[in-house]
Protein backbone atom coordinates (compact mmCIF):
# COMPACT_ATOMS: atom_id res chain seq x y z
CA UNK A 1 0.00 0.00 0.00
CA UNK A 2 0.99 3.73 -0.51
CA UNK A 3 -0.39 6.16 1.61
CA UNK A 4 -0.92 10.49 1.24
CA UNK A 5 -1.77 13.14 3.28
CA UNK A 6 -4.84 15.20 0.80
CA UNK A 7 -5.36 18.59 2.53
CA UNK A 8 -8.13 21.17 1.88
CA UNK A 9 -9.56 23.52 4.03
CA UNK A 10 -11.86 21.06 5.74
CA UNK A 11 -8.76 19.19 6.97
CA UNK A 12 -6.33 16.26 6.19
CA UNK A 13 -8.07 13.16 4.51
CA UNK A 14 -5.85 9.91 3.99
CA UNK A 15 -5.28 8.64 0.03
CA UNK A 16 -4.51 5.05 -0.13
CA UNK A 17 -3.23 3.50 -3.68
CA UNK A 18 -3.23 -0.31 -3.37
CA UNK A 19 -0.49 -2.22 -5.12
CA UNK A 20 -1.88 -4.74 -7.33
CA UNK A 21 -3.02 -0.87 -9.28
CA UNK A 22 -1.59 -0.34 -12.58
CA UNK A 23 1.78 0.66 -12.97
CA UNK A 24 0.37 4.38 -14.36
CA UNK A 25 -1.39 5.12 -11.27
CA UNK A 26 1.37 3.97 -8.67
CA UNK A 27 3.89 6.00 -10.75
CA UNK A 28 1.71 9.01 -10.45
CA UNK A 29 0.98 8.48 -6.89
CA UNK A 30 4.69 8.19 -6.30
CA UNK A 31 5.52 11.41 -7.90
CA UNK A 32 3.74 13.67 -6.15
CA UNK A 33 5.12 15.98 -3.53
CA UNK A 34 4.41 18.81 -1.10
CA UNK A 35 1.70 21.04 -2.20
CA UNK A 36 0.31 19.64 -5.28
CA UNK A 37 -2.84 19.85 -6.99
CA UNK A 38 -4.70 17.44 -7.34
CA UNK A 39 -7.85 15.67 -8.23
CA UNK A 40 -8.83 12.18 -7.20
CA UNK A 41 -11.75 9.75 -7.94
CA UNK A 42 -12.53 6.97 -5.61
CA UNK A 43 -14.15 4.96 -2.88
CA UNK A 44 -14.91 6.02 0.89
CA UNK A 45 -14.38 3.70 3.29
CA UNK A 46 -13.28 2.77 6.92
CA UNK A 47 -10.04 2.81 8.28
CA UNK A 48 -8.58 0.19 10.04
CA UNK A 49 -5.90 2.15 11.29
CA UNK A 50 -7.63 5.07 12.83
CA UNK A 51 -6.25 7.82 13.84
CA UNK A 52 -8.09 10.01 16.62
CA UNK A 53 -6.12 13.21 15.91
CA UNK A 54 -7.60 13.86 12.87
CA UNK A 55 -11.95 14.93 12.11
CA UNK A 56 -11.17 12.35 9.27
CA UNK A 57 -9.52 9.92 11.43
CA UNK A 58 -12.05 7.26 10.51
CA UNK A 59 -11.88 7.02 7.03
CA UNK A 60 -9.76 6.86 3.96
CA UNK A 61 -10.36 7.08 0.10
CA UNK A 62 -9.53 4.15 -1.72
CA UNK A 63 -7.89 5.66 -5.45
CA UNK A 64 -9.19 4.62 -8.84
CA UNK A 65 -8.51 7.90 -10.19
CA UNK A 66 -5.69 10.60 -10.08
CA UNK A 67 -4.76 13.64 -12.30
CA UNK A 68 -2.11 15.81 -10.96
CA UNK A 69 -3.66 19.59 -11.88
CA UNK A 70 -0.86 21.42 -10.50
CA UNK A 71 2.57 20.70 -9.58
CA UNK A 72 4.05 23.28 -6.61
CA UNK A 73 7.61 24.01 -5.81
CA UNK A 74 9.27 22.71 -2.32
CA UNK A 75 7.52 25.86 -0.01
CA UNK A 76 9.89 27.80 1.68
CA UNK A 77 8.81 26.94 5.14
CA UNK A 78 7.27 23.65 6.27
CA UNK A 79 2.96 24.42 6.33
CA UNK A 80 2.76 22.73 9.38
CA UNK A 81 1.14 23.57 12.98
CA UNK A 82 3.86 23.86 14.61
CA UNK A 83 6.13 25.11 11.38
CA UNK A 84 9.98 26.50 11.15
CA UNK A 85 9.42 29.67 9.45
CA UNK A 86 9.45 33.45 10.75
CA UNK A 87 7.64 35.67 10.69
CA UNK A 88 9.04 37.67 7.97
CA UNK A 89 9.20 34.89 5.62
CA UNK A 90 5.53 33.49 6.27
CA UNK A 91 4.04 37.41 5.62
CA UNK A 92 6.31 37.06 2.28
CA UNK A 93 4.26 34.01 1.36
CA UNK A 94 1.23 34.35 3.08
CA UNK A 95 -0.57 32.81 0.38
CA UNK A 96 0.92 29.67 1.95
CA UNK A 97 1.08 30.46 5.23
CA UNK A 98 -2.95 30.39 5.38
CA UNK A 99 -2.70 27.04 4.71
CA UNK A 100 -1.79 25.90 7.97
CA UNK A 101 -4.43 25.31 10.71
CA UNK A 102 -3.76 27.79 12.98
CA UNK A 103 -3.89 31.01 10.84
CA UNK A 104 -7.31 29.59 8.80
CA UNK A 105 -8.99 28.88 12.25
CA UNK A 106 -8.45 32.60 13.35
CA UNK A 107 -9.76 33.90 9.68
CA UNK A 108 -12.77 31.06 10.30
CA UNK A 109 -13.80 32.76 13.78
CA UNK A 110 -12.58 36.77 12.15
CA UNK A 111 -15.52 35.46 9.84
CA UNK A 112 -17.87 34.37 12.64
CA UNK A 113 -17.18 37.47 14.78
CA UNK A 114 -18.36 39.30 11.50
CA UNK A 115 -21.15 37.58 11.06
CA UNK A 116 -22.26 37.67 14.38
CA UNK A 117 -21.86 41.20 14.69
CA UNK A 118 -24.13 42.01 11.39
CA UNK A 119 -26.39 39.70 13.18
CA UNK A 120 -26.57 41.52 15.95
CA UNK A 121 -26.73 45.25 14.47
CA UNK A 122 -29.50 44.42 11.64
CA UNK A 123 -31.48 42.47 14.66
CA UNK A 124 -31.30 45.81 15.97
CA UNK A 125 -32.90 47.91 13.11
CA UNK A 126 -29.44 49.39 12.71
CA UNK A 127 -28.88 50.38 8.63
CA UNK A 128 -25.06 49.55 7.06
CA UNK A 129 -23.94 52.76 5.37
CA UNK A 130 -21.16 53.48 3.16
CA UNK A 131 -18.91 56.85 3.86
CA UNK A 132 -16.15 57.79 1.54
CA UNK A 133 -12.67 56.84 1.63
CA UNK A 134 -11.45 60.17 0.30
CA UNK A 135 -11.89 62.75 2.79
CA UNK A 136 -10.13 65.69 3.90
CA UNK A 137 -7.45 65.76 6.27
CA UNK A 138 -7.60 67.05 9.94
CA UNK A 139 -4.50 67.56 12.52
CA UNK A 140 -6.51 66.39 15.42
CA UNK A 141 -5.60 63.19 16.53
CA UNK A 142 -2.93 60.71 14.90
CA UNK A 143 -1.63 61.08 11.34
CA UNK A 144 -3.46 60.85 8.26
CA UNK A 145 -2.40 58.78 4.98
CA UNK A 146 -2.60 61.92 2.34
CA UNK A 147 -3.60 61.47 -1.06
CA UNK A 148 -2.67 63.64 -4.09
CA UNK A 149 -5.53 65.08 -6.48
CA UNK A 150 -4.58 64.81 -9.99
CA UNK A 151 -7.82 67.19 -11.39
CA UNK A 152 -7.10 69.71 -8.11
CA UNK A 153 -3.06 70.49 -8.20
CA UNK A 154 -1.24 70.56 -4.88
CA UNK A 155 -4.17 69.54 -3.08
CA UNK A 156 -4.97 66.13 -1.53
CA UNK A 157 -7.47 63.88 0.35
CA UNK A 158 -6.57 62.14 3.17
CA UNK A 159 -7.75 58.53 4.28
CA UNK A 160 -10.22 58.18 7.57
CA UNK A 161 -8.92 57.78 10.72
CA UNK A 162 -12.44 57.06 11.05
CA UNK A 163 -15.78 57.89 9.78
CA UNK A 164 -16.61 60.34 12.64
CA UNK A 165 -17.71 63.26 11.14
CA UNK A 166 -20.01 61.23 8.54
CA UNK A 167 -21.92 58.82 11.23
CA UNK A 168 -22.50 62.21 13.16
CA UNK A 169 -24.01 63.58 9.68
CA UNK A 170 -25.96 60.56 9.13
CA UNK A 171 -27.84 61.31 12.61
CA UNK A 172 -28.72 64.80 11.06
CA UNK A 173 -30.42 63.10 8.25
CA UNK A 174 -32.38 61.11 9.86
CA UNK A 175 -31.11 57.95 10.00
CA UNK A 176 -31.15 57.05 13.31
CA UNK A 177 -29.38 54.04 13.80
CA UNK A 178 -26.41 53.16 11.86
CA UNK A 179 -23.64 50.68 11.65
CA UNK A 180 -20.37 50.10 9.28
CA UNK A 181 -18.10 47.21 9.39
CA UNK A 182 -15.31 50.05 7.91
CA UNK A 183 -11.53 50.19 7.17
CA UNK A 184 -9.30 52.94 8.93
CA UNK A 185 -5.96 54.15 8.47
CA UNK A 186 -3.63 55.92 10.33
CA UNK A 187 -0.09 56.90 10.06
CA UNK A 188 1.46 55.77 13.00
CA UNK A 189 4.08 53.99 14.74
CA UNK A 190 3.59 50.21 14.87
CA UNK A 191 3.22 47.81 17.85
CA UNK A 192 1.52 43.95 18.05
CA UNK A 193 -1.98 45.17 18.19
CA UNK A 194 -1.44 48.49 15.57
CA UNK A 195 -2.14 47.93 11.89
CA UNK A 196 -1.64 51.51 9.24
CA UNK A 197 -5.16 50.04 8.17
CA UNK A 198 -7.49 48.51 10.08
CA UNK A 199 -10.88 47.69 10.34
CA UNK A 200 -13.36 49.19 12.76
CA UNK A 201 -17.18 48.02 13.99
CA UNK A 202 -18.79 51.90 13.87
CA UNK A 203 -22.17 52.41 15.02
CA UNK A 204 -24.41 55.81 15.84
CA UNK A 205 -28.09 56.43 17.65
CA UNK A 206 -29.83 59.29 17.77
CA UNK A 207 -31.95 60.19 20.95
CA UNK A 208 -29.85 57.92 23.08
CA UNK A 209 -27.92 58.42 27.06
CA UNK A 210 -24.71 56.44 27.52
CA UNK A 211 -26.67 53.71 29.44
CA UNK A 212 -28.56 52.83 26.29
CA UNK A 213 -25.60 52.92 24.90
CA UNK A 214 -23.94 50.39 27.32
CA UNK A 215 -26.56 48.45 27.07
CA UNK A 216 -27.02 47.60 23.41
CA UNK A 217 -23.66 46.99 22.93
CA UNK A 218 -22.94 44.82 26.03
CA UNK A 219 -25.29 42.55 24.70
CA UNK A 220 -23.52 42.84 21.37
CA UNK A 221 -20.22 42.14 22.84
CA UNK A 222 -21.76 39.43 25.20
CA UNK A 223 -23.32 37.06 22.12
CA UNK A 224 -20.67 38.05 19.86
CA UNK A 225 -18.13 35.90 22.29
CA UNK A 226 -21.07 33.14 23.03
CA UNK A 227 -21.58 33.07 18.75
CA UNK A 228 -17.85 32.40 17.78
CA UNK A 229 -16.02 30.63 21.20
CA UNK A 230 -18.91 29.42 22.82
CA UNK A 231 -18.03 32.22 25.96
CA UNK A 232 -20.24 33.58 28.44
CA UNK A 233 -18.71 36.77 29.38
CA UNK A 234 -21.28 37.29 31.93
CA UNK A 235 -22.35 40.98 33.39
CA UNK A 236 -19.75 43.56 32.53
CA UNK A 237 -18.77 45.61 35.29
CA UNK A 238 -18.29 49.70 35.00
CA UNK A 239 -16.03 51.72 36.81
CA UNK A 240 -15.41 55.48 36.90
CA UNK A 241 -12.33 56.23 35.10
CA UNK A 242 -10.92 57.25 38.73
CA UNK A 243 -11.74 53.91 40.18
CA UNK A 244 -9.82 52.08 37.27
CA UNK A 245 -6.76 54.26 38.25
CA UNK A 246 -6.82 53.96 41.93
CA UNK A 247 -7.37 50.07 41.74
CA UNK A 248 -5.74 49.15 39.01
CA UNK A 249 -3.40 52.05 37.57
CA UNK A 250 -4.83 51.71 33.80
CA UNK A 251 -7.76 52.90 32.20
CA UNK A 252 -8.12 49.60 30.48
CA UNK A 253 -7.64 47.31 33.32
CA UNK A 254 -7.01 43.35 33.46
CA UNK A 255 -10.36 42.02 35.24
CA UNK A 256 -9.24 38.23 34.97
CA UNK A 257 -7.85 38.35 38.04
CA UNK A 258 -7.20 40.46 41.61
CA UNK A 259 -4.16 42.10 42.70
CA UNK A 260 -5.74 45.11 43.25
CA UNK A 261 -3.92 48.43 44.36
CA UNK A 262 -3.91 48.76 48.30
CA UNK A 263 -2.64 52.41 49.48
CA UNK A 264 -0.07 51.77 52.55
CA UNK A 265 0.40 55.67 52.47
CA UNK A 266 -0.36 56.44 56.27
CA UNK A 267 0.59 52.81 57.70
CA UNK A 268 4.48 52.83 56.04
CA UNK A 269 5.56 56.58 56.32
CA UNK A 270 7.02 57.80 59.60
CA UNK A 271 9.50 54.82 60.04
CA UNK A 272 12.53 56.79 58.73
CA UNK A 273 12.69 55.04 55.84
CA UNK A 274 13.64 57.93 53.24
CA UNK A 275 12.22 56.21 50.01
CA UNK A 276 8.67 56.11 51.93
CA UNK A 277 8.53 59.44 53.69
CA UNK A 278 9.41 61.43 50.85
CA UNK A 279 7.10 59.53 48.74
CA UNK A 280 3.65 60.89 47.92
CA UNK A 281 2.41 57.75 47.95
CA UNK A 282 3.09 54.33 48.49
CA UNK A 283 0.83 51.16 47.01
CA UNK A 284 1.22 47.66 47.49
CA UNK A 285 -0.38 44.66 45.80
CA UNK A 286 -0.24 41.06 47.15
CA UNK A 287 0.04 38.04 45.21
CA UNK A 288 -1.45 34.92 46.60
CA UNK A 289 0.67 32.15 47.02
CA UNK A 290 3.67 34.96 45.91
CA UNK A 291 5.98 34.22 49.11
CA UNK A 292 7.77 30.53 47.61
CA UNK A 293 9.13 33.02 44.65
CA UNK A 294 13.19 32.76 45.19
CA UNK A 295 15.39 36.32 45.79
CA UNK A 296 16.43 35.06 41.81
CA UNK A 297 12.73 35.54 40.73
CA UNK A 298 11.87 38.96 42.76
CA UNK A 299 15.26 40.36 41.17
CA UNK A 300 14.06 39.42 37.54
CA UNK A 301 10.70 41.04 38.46
CA UNK A 302 12.39 44.41 39.69
CA UNK A 303 14.71 44.74 36.83
CA UNK A 304 11.51 44.32 34.76
CA UNK A 305 10.22 47.14 36.30
CA UNK A 306 13.24 49.12 36.07
CA UNK A 307 13.72 49.05 32.80
CA UNK A 308 13.24 52.65 30.93
CA UNK A 309 9.74 51.94 29.77
CA UNK A 310 8.47 51.45 32.78
CA UNK A 311 10.88 53.47 34.61
CA UNK A 312 10.71 52.54 38.71
CA UNK A 313 13.93 52.93 41.12
CA UNK A 314 13.09 49.88 42.63
CA UNK A 315 11.03 47.03 44.34
CA UNK A 316 10.15 46.03 47.74
CA UNK A 317 8.39 43.27 49.13
CA UNK A 318 7.26 41.22 52.25
CA UNK A 319 6.63 37.90 52.71
CA UNK A 320 4.21 36.49 54.80
CA UNK A 321 5.90 33.40 56.09
CA UNK A 322 3.65 30.66 56.97
CA UNK A 323 3.88 30.81 60.73
CA UNK A 324 2.17 34.26 60.14
CA UNK A 325 5.65 36.19 60.91
CA UNK A 326 6.95 39.19 57.78
CA UNK A 327 10.37 39.13 55.82
CA UNK A 328 10.42 42.07 53.83
CA UNK A 329 13.34 43.50 52.24
CA UNK A 330 12.73 46.61 54.44
CA UNK A 331 12.88 44.68 58.46
CA UNK A 332 15.72 47.16 59.28
CA UNK A 333 12.91 50.03 59.09
CA UNK A 334 9.75 48.12 59.59
CA UNK A 335 9.43 45.61 63.12
CA UNK A 336 6.51 42.45 63.25
CA UNK A 337 4.22 45.13 64.52
CA UNK A 338 4.63 47.24 61.11
CA UNK A 339 4.55 45.03 58.89
CA UNK A 340 1.63 43.40 60.00
CA UNK A 341 -0.48 46.72 59.12
CA UNK A 342 0.81 46.01 56.05
CA UNK A 343 -0.34 42.64 55.78
CA UNK A 344 -3.72 44.24 57.46
CA UNK A 345 -4.35 46.87 54.61
CA UNK A 346 -3.38 44.18 52.07
CA UNK A 347 -5.88 41.40 53.52
CA UNK A 348 -2.65 39.19 53.29
CA UNK A 349 -2.22 35.65 54.50
CA UNK A 350 0.28 33.17 55.19
CA UNK A 351 1.94 32.10 52.14
CA UNK A 352 1.53 35.58 49.92
CA UNK A 353 3.79 37.76 49.42
CA UNK A 354 3.34 42.13 49.28
CA UNK A 355 5.00 44.12 46.48
CA UNK A 356 5.49 47.48 46.96
CA UNK A 357 5.98 50.89 44.82
CA UNK A 358 6.26 54.57 46.00
CA UNK A 359 6.42 57.84 44.13
CA UNK A 360 4.17 60.14 42.96
CA UNK A 361 0.60 59.02 42.53
CA UNK A 362 0.49 59.19 38.63
CA UNK A 363 3.42 57.39 38.24
CA UNK A 364 3.47 55.04 40.89
CA UNK A 365 -0.15 53.54 39.75
CA UNK A 366 1.39 53.56 35.78
CA UNK A 367 4.47 51.49 37.15
CA UNK A 368 2.51 49.71 39.63
CA UNK A 369 -0.04 48.13 36.38
CA UNK A 370 3.08 47.28 34.63
CA UNK A 371 4.28 44.97 38.15
CA UNK A 372 0.75 43.60 38.28
CA UNK A 373 0.26 42.39 34.86
CA UNK A 374 3.78 41.01 34.73
CA UNK A 375 3.15 39.04 37.86
CA UNK A 376 0.27 38.47 36.73
CA UNK A 377 2.08 36.54 33.31
CA UNK A 378 4.46 34.92 36.11
CA UNK A 379 1.34 33.82 38.37
CA UNK A 380 -0.11 32.15 34.98
CA UNK A 381 -3.15 34.28 35.80
CA UNK A 382 -3.65 35.72 32.56
CA UNK A 383 -5.45 32.96 30.65
CA UNK A 384 -5.49 33.55 26.90
CA UNK A 385 -8.84 31.59 27.04
CA UNK A 386 -10.62 33.05 29.67
CA UNK A 387 -12.02 36.53 28.86
CA UNK A 388 -13.23 39.25 31.50
CA UNK A 389 -14.81 42.76 30.27
CA UNK A 390 -15.59 45.90 31.96
CA UNK A 391 -16.47 49.25 30.71
CA UNK A 392 -14.52 52.49 31.94
CA UNK A 393 -16.46 56.18 32.13
CA UNK A 394 -16.33 59.32 33.26
CA UNK A 395 -13.16 60.36 31.54
CA UNK A 396 -11.40 63.91 31.77
CA UNK A 397 -13.03 65.48 28.69
CA UNK A 398 -9.28 67.43 28.53
CA UNK A 399 -5.99 67.05 28.91
CA UNK A 400 -3.32 69.61 28.82
CA UNK A 401 -0.57 69.23 26.41
CA UNK A 402 3.36 70.68 27.88
CA UNK A 403 4.37 70.63 24.57
CA UNK A 404 2.43 72.78 22.60
CA UNK A 405 0.75 74.31 25.66
CA UNK A 406 -3.19 73.46 24.87
CA UNK A 407 -5.95 71.69 25.94
CA UNK A 408 -6.41 68.28 23.32
CA UNK A 409 -9.92 66.30 23.42
CA UNK A 410 -9.21 63.15 25.55
CA UNK A 411 -11.14 61.39 22.77
CA UNK A 412 -12.36 63.27 19.87
CA UNK A 413 -13.29 67.11 20.01
CA UNK A 414 -16.84 66.06 19.42
CA UNK A 415 -17.25 64.45 23.14
CA UNK A 416 -19.68 65.83 25.14
CA UNK A 417 -19.32 67.20 28.35
CA UNK A 418 -21.45 65.58 31.48
CA UNK A 419 -24.36 67.81 31.84
CA UNK A 420 -23.53 68.21 35.86
CA UNK A 421 -19.86 69.91 34.91
CA UNK A 422 -21.09 72.01 32.29
CA UNK A 423 -20.84 74.57 34.66
CA UNK A 424 -16.81 74.48 35.11
CA UNK A 425 -16.26 75.07 31.78
CA UNK A 426 -15.71 78.96 32.09
CA UNK A 427 -13.58 78.25 35.60
CA UNK A 428 -12.31 75.01 35.59
CA UNK A 429 -12.37 73.12 32.32
CA UNK A 430 -9.42 70.57 33.18
CA UNK A 431 -11.77 69.31 36.14
CA UNK A 432 -14.92 68.30 33.41
CA UNK A 433 -15.85 65.06 33.05
CA UNK A 434 -16.39 63.86 29.14
CA UNK A 435 -19.75 61.77 28.78
CA UNK A 436 -17.65 58.88 27.01
CA UNK A 437 -17.08 55.11 27.69
CA UNK A 438 -14.37 52.69 26.69
CA UNK A 439 -15.05 48.64 26.55
CA UNK A 440 -11.67 46.36 28.19
CA UNK A 441 -11.19 43.33 27.67
CA UNK A 442 -8.31 41.41 29.08
CA UNK A 443 -6.38 44.62 29.76
CA UNK A 444 -6.63 45.56 26.14
CA UNK A 445 -9.21 47.94 24.82
CA UNK A 446 -11.23 47.20 21.91
CA UNK A 447 -14.36 49.86 21.73
CA UNK A 448 -14.73 53.81 23.00
CA UNK A 449 -17.39 56.10 22.29
CA UNK A 450 -19.23 58.99 23.31
CA UNK A 451 -22.39 61.01 23.82
CA UNK A 452 -21.86 63.64 21.14
CA UNK A 453 -21.91 67.46 21.35
CA UNK A 454 -25.36 68.39 19.23
CA UNK A 455 -25.28 72.30 19.70
CA UNK A 456 -23.64 74.74 17.75
CA UNK A 457 -22.55 77.07 20.56
CA UNK A 458 -21.22 74.13 22.67
CA UNK A 459 -19.67 73.02 19.99
CA UNK A 460 -18.19 76.24 18.99
CA UNK A 461 -17.09 76.41 23.11
CA UNK A 462 -15.18 73.02 22.83
CA UNK A 463 -12.99 74.33 19.71
CA UNK A 464 -12.31 77.73 22.03
CA UNK A 465 -10.80 75.11 24.46
CA UNK A 466 -8.93 73.10 22.10
CA UNK A 467 -7.54 76.52 20.83
CA UNK A 468 -8.76 76.45 17.22
CA UNK A 469 -9.32 79.96 16.34
CA UNK A 470 -12.67 80.54 14.93
CA UNK A 471 -11.76 80.53 10.81
CA UNK A 472 -9.16 77.48 11.65
CA UNK A 473 -12.84 75.37 12.78
CA UNK A 474 -15.09 76.81 10.25
CA UNK A 475 -11.85 75.48 7.75
CA UNK A 476 -11.89 72.06 9.33
CA UNK A 477 -15.44 71.41 10.49
CA UNK A 478 -17.78 74.16 8.85
CA UNK A 479 -19.50 71.41 7.12
CA UNK A 480 -20.44 69.61 10.44
CA UNK A 481 -21.11 73.06 12.17
CA UNK A 482 -24.01 74.15 9.50
CA UNK A 483 -24.85 70.94 9.79
CA UNK A 484 -25.87 71.43 13.65
CA UNK A 485 -28.22 74.50 12.19
CA UNK A 486 -30.74 72.71 10.66
CA UNK A 487 -32.26 70.85 13.76
CA UNK A 488 -29.44 67.84 14.96
CA UNK A 489 -30.75 65.68 17.57
CA UNK A 490 -29.21 64.14 20.47
CA UNK A 491 -26.78 61.54 19.42
CA UNK A 492 -24.15 58.89 20.66
CA UNK A 493 -22.28 56.25 19.32
CA UNK A 494 -19.00 53.36 19.43
CA UNK A 495 -17.00 51.84 17.77
CA UNK A 496 -14.70 48.61 18.39
CA UNK A 497 -11.57 47.73 16.98
CA UNK A 498 -12.36 44.11 15.08
CA UNK A 499 -9.00 43.01 14.92
CA UNK A 500 -8.22 43.65 18.22
CA UNK A 501 -11.70 41.63 19.25
CA UNK A 502 -10.51 38.80 16.98
CA UNK A 503 -7.12 39.19 18.56
CA UNK A 504 -8.14 38.59 21.57
CA UNK A 505 -11.12 35.49 20.27
CA UNK A 506 -8.18 33.65 19.07
CA UNK A 507 -5.60 34.16 21.91
CA UNK A 508 -3.10 35.75 19.82
CA UNK A 509 -1.19 38.75 21.36
CA UNK A 510 -1.03 40.31 17.61
CA UNK A 511 -3.67 41.79 15.28
CA UNK A 512 -1.17 40.74 12.43
CA UNK A 513 -2.30 37.07 13.29
CA UNK A 514 -6.15 37.66 12.51
CA UNK A 515 -5.62 40.17 8.99
CA UNK A 516 -5.76 37.69 6.10
CA UNK A 517 -2.84 40.17 4.63
CA UNK A 518 -1.30 42.57 6.98
CA UNK A 519 1.74 44.86 6.76
CA UNK A 520 5.12 43.96 9.09
CA UNK A 521 6.17 46.11 12.13
CA UNK A 522 7.62 48.45 9.14
CA UNK A 523 4.14 49.16 8.19
CA UNK A 524 5.63 46.92 4.32
CA UNK A 525 3.64 44.54 2.40
CA UNK A 526 6.61 42.12 1.85
CA UNK A 527 4.20 39.82 -0.11
CA UNK A 528 3.53 42.56 -3.15
CA UNK A 529 6.63 44.75 -1.72
CA UNK A 530 4.41 47.82 -1.02
CA UNK A 531 4.63 51.10 -0.35
CA UNK A 532 6.94 51.22 -3.78
CA UNK A 533 8.08 53.99 -5.83
CA UNK A 534 5.89 55.35 -8.57
CA UNK A 535 7.18 56.64 -12.25
CA UNK A 536 8.23 59.82 -13.41
CA UNK A 537 4.98 59.83 -15.27
CA UNK A 538 2.87 59.65 -12.54
CA UNK A 539 4.17 61.40 -10.23
CA UNK A 540 4.51 64.27 -12.90
CA UNK A 541 0.69 63.52 -13.40
CA UNK A 542 -0.03 64.17 -9.61
CA UNK A 543 2.47 67.40 -9.94
CA UNK A 544 4.69 65.79 -7.22
Request: hydrophobic content about 35%; aromatic content about 10%; overall charge negative.
Amino acid sequence: MSFIDLRDRYGITQLSFNEDYKVELLESARSLAREFVIKIVGTVTERSNKNENLNTGDIEIVVDQLEILNASLTPPFTIEDDTDGGEEIRLKYRYLDIRRNPVKEKLTIRHAANKSIRHFLDGHDFIEVETPYLIKSTPEGARDFVVPSRLNENQFYALPQSPQTFKQLLMVSGLDRYYQVVKCFRDEDFRSDRQPEFTQIDCEMTFVERDDVLQIFENMIRGLFKESVNYDLGEIPVLTYAQALETYGSDKPDMRFGMTFNYLTQVAKGHDFGIFDNAECIIAINVTGGASMTRKEIDAITDYIKRPQIGAKGLIYCRVNEDGSYKSSVDKFFDQTALARWAEHCDSQPGDIMLVLSGDLQTTQKQLNELRLHVGDFMGLRDASQFKACWVVDFPLLEWDEETNRFHAMHHPFTSPIADDLSLIDIAPEKIRANAYDMAINGMEVGGGSIRIHDKKLQQRMFDLLGFTPEEAKSQFGFLMNAFEYGAPPHGGIAFGFDRLCAILTGTDSIRDVIAFPKNNMGRDVMIDAPSPISNDQRKELNL
